[in-house]
């Protein structure tokens, strides 16, 4: 039997004003971080965020979160 490798996806993903906005890959070969700094002219909240993970979702894929690192006071 042969042993087949495969790359595994990586999805990207934020919230957003109460919605889940998921990002393609720009490249494969982008850290997390340089694929946040990509979206950030498009999405400036990205410019706050950290990037977290990846966890590996059901399908195998490579799940990152973009998370802001300011909140609300109250």
Known sequence: MDL????AQRMFRFKYNGETIELNDPNPE?????VM???????PVLTIAK????TIEKDG??????????GTKG
């Not at 700094?37 to 999405?43: E, K």
């Not at 990037?51 to 990846?54: L, S």
């Open 61 to 70: 894929a490579l799940l990152y979160k973009f998370v802001p690192t300011i």
């Open 4 to 7: 087949v490798i495969t790359e």
């Open 30 to 34: 982008f850290s997390a971080v340089e």
């Open 51 to 54: 990037a977290m993970g990846p």
């Open 37 to 43: 700094q990509h979206y950030a002219m498009q999405w």
